[in-house]
């Protein structure tokens, strides 16, 4: 990964930043370019030049030599300019593609760092958009700001010198108005910036309203909110594209106030030059060079003009993603990491006094339990318990706010975070899938699972029950999200991973909840096997699923109320046993 941008809003440092991670690597492909611009650019000053000749000694001189020499120039001119043009053009795409593939590389390598709380607080949209639109967005720089920066100054510096050669008091007639576009430039500028951050911002929601739609889809027709969903959607379409307009005719207002500054400067100059060559003291061609020279010379001006506009575009990309590779992550691994003093499958489980909140929302609250080795321990309680927060907890999702969270007496923050989460795994409600094969979904990117190992999870968790009814086999795709399996058999493809994963310490999450009884026996099945000889920990809402559990954890509000067995609890007649009648009182 490239160094980190630069802090704060300095333009320099920020373009130091995109050459040396970005642009350097090309810096021979952009020395080529370079040399191919500057062919380009003088080739306009030649041709400008070369119109003198041919008004003066083949127009009006007659002279068929010339004839041939200035037809083959403008002929050469116009063949070096092709090429030049090609070349330049599709070493600087390629520049500019490919250092746009490695800032979106970078950038997503840098989100996968951060913590979970940055993705809880920042919607996929904007995120899928800052990784595409905004690096994009950056790639014009060189494809577009640097080439034309370059290739546009030289072919306005050779036109100007042809100018000033034939007449340097015309030159300064026709430039005389230019001061007056700095201050309105300015204030274009400006509104480039603005209403360019607008733009992008309002592309990242119509992303996240997409997504969100998309994947709602049947949610929103079983509701019958398709209107709504069409209307709050067409209403961001609309103001991106409100914002899209007024940033692009703020750039075409550069360009426009340059034509107008043209204009002026030409109509004092044609006034004065046309005065002179009546009293016979220019020549035509010289006045229709310096006229060629100077209409030629205001096409570039009006483009460096753009380029600023462009420039500020760009500028308002980097704004923002600055602000992603600004974030840092506050979960680390250790300075000094330390060691279970033990194997973790004889590592107990301690929570003592631990408290967390989600901003002002406190979530736990003195939260103190015990998850001894080998054993299973199921956690219950109402909705907003604090129970999912508890593996959050574990595995460093999140650390408490105080209090202590340990795996073998040694504290999970002391433990190298790879490590810590390698103690894991996890099987959820939402059992996610990639839209890759079942292969991909079960291997998850491990090259050293044998056959025999691959085939022995499938059978564990009961995938290869319904293998034979895929097209492919294990490698059928899944589908977005796994859309193209059922819940239940989403979930034994998650439980085929675990069993794989082979950890000391199982997270079942309302593993069974969502689904119908025929699926729950054979993931319950899948699961059981799974967690033999190993420290389950078990979220349940279904109280006859965590019946046979050794030890059961009552939550209510953040705190432990309550804990024993089954059996233990019931008899005591309190929170567990009115969870329990209120579950199972129809039978």
């Known amino acids: 990964m490239a160094d980190q941008p630069p802090q704060g809003n300095a333009a320099p440092g920020m373009k130091r930043w995109l050459w040396q991670g970005y642009m350097r690597p090309w810096r021979f492909h952009l020395a080529l370019a370079m040399v191919l611009m500057l062919f380009e650019g003088v080739s306009l000053g030649a041709l400008s030049y070369i119109v003198k000749p041919m008004f ?76 595409r639109g ?19 100054i030289i072919s306005l510096l050779a036109l100007l010198g042809v100018a000033l050669s034939i007449d340097w008091l015309w030159t300064l007639i026709a430039l005389a108005a230019v001061p007056v576009l700095i201050g309105p ?14 733009s992008r911002e309002a592309a990242a929601r119509i992303s996240t309203h997409l997504d969100e739609t998309f994947h709602g889809i049947n949610s929103i027709k079983l509701a019958g909110t398709e209107a709504r969903d069409r209307d709050r959607i067409a209403g961001e379409i609309g103001a991106f594209a409100h914002s899209h307009i007024r940033a692009t005719a703020n750039q075409r207002g550069i360009s426009a106030l340059v034509d107008v500054i043209a204009g002026v400067g030409f109509f004092f100059v ?3 030059g046309g005065m002179q060559i009546a009293g016979g ?26 380029i600023s506009g462009a420039w500020q575009a760009a500028l308002a990309s980097l704004d923002r993603l600055r602000a992603i590779f600004d974030e840092r992550p506050t979960i680390l691994s250790p300075a000094t990491p330390k060691s279970l003093p033990m194997p973790a499958a004889q590592a107990d489980v301690v929570l003592s006094d631990t408290r967390f909140a989600y901003g002002d929302t406190p979530v736990l609250q003195g939260t103190t339990f015990t998850a001894k080795a080998g054993q299973t321990t199921a956690l219950v309680g109402a909705s907003g318990a604090g129970k ?21 007496g040694t504290q999970v923050r002391d433990l190298p975070l790879d490590e810590l989460r390698g103690l894991f795994s996890v099987v959820s409600q939402d059992a996610l899938l990639f839209d890759e094969s079942l292969r991909d979904n079960v291997l998850m990117g491990r090259k050293d699972v044998t056959d025999a190992q691959l085939q022995h999870a499938l059978q564990a968790a009961h995938v290869a029950d319904f293998l034979p009814r895929m097209e492919q086999g294990l490698d059928s795709p899944a589908g977005p999200r796994g859309s193209n399996l059922s819940g239940g058999q989403r979930q034994r493809v998650a439980i085929a991973r675990a069993i794989l994963r082979d950890a000391p ?3 079942l999450d309302e593993a069974t909840s969502a689904l119908d009884a025929k699926s729950e026996k054979l993931v319950q099945a899948a699961l059981e096997d799974l967690s033999q000889n190993r420290t389950t920990l078990v ?49």
């Open 56 to 131: 003066d000694q083949v127009f009006l001189g007659g002279s068929r030599t010339a004839l041939f020499w200035v037809a083959g120039g403008v002929l050469a001119l116009f063949l070096m300019r092709a090429l030049t043009g090609f070349g330049n053009g599709v070493i600087m795409v390629r520049v500019g593609q490919r250092t746009a593939a490695a800032l979106q590389s970078d950038m997503v390598a840098h989100m996968l760092t951060l913590d979970s709380g940055f993705f809880r607080d920042t919607p996929p949209g904007t995120l899928i958009e800052r990784v």
């Open 134 to 152: 905004d690096t994009q967005a950056v790639s014009t720089i060189w494809e577009t700001t640097l080439a034309a920066a370059v290739r546009d």
């Open 185 to 198: 430039m300015a204030v274009l500028q400006r509104l480039v910036r603005r209403n360019t951050t607008s």
């Open 270 to 272: 044609v006034y004065y």
């Open 281 to 306: 003291e220019k020549t035509v061609g010289e006045f229709m060079s310096f006229f060629t020279a100077m209409a030629l010379t205001f096409d570039p001006m009006r483009k460096v003009g753009r």
């Open 388 to 408: 999912s927060t508890v593996f959050n907890l574990l595995t460093r999702l999140v650390d408490a706010d105080s209090g202590v969270v340990s795996v073998g």
């Open 505 to 507: 310490i199982l997270l």
């Open 539 to 587: 979220i349940a809402h279904r109280l006859a699923t965590i019946r046979e559990a050794d030890s059961i954890v009552v939550m209510d509000q953040g705190r432990v109320i309550d804990q024993g067995t089954h059996k233990d609890l019931l008899g005591r007649d309190g929170h567990y046993a009115a969870l329990y009648k209120l579950q199972f009182q129809d039978s």
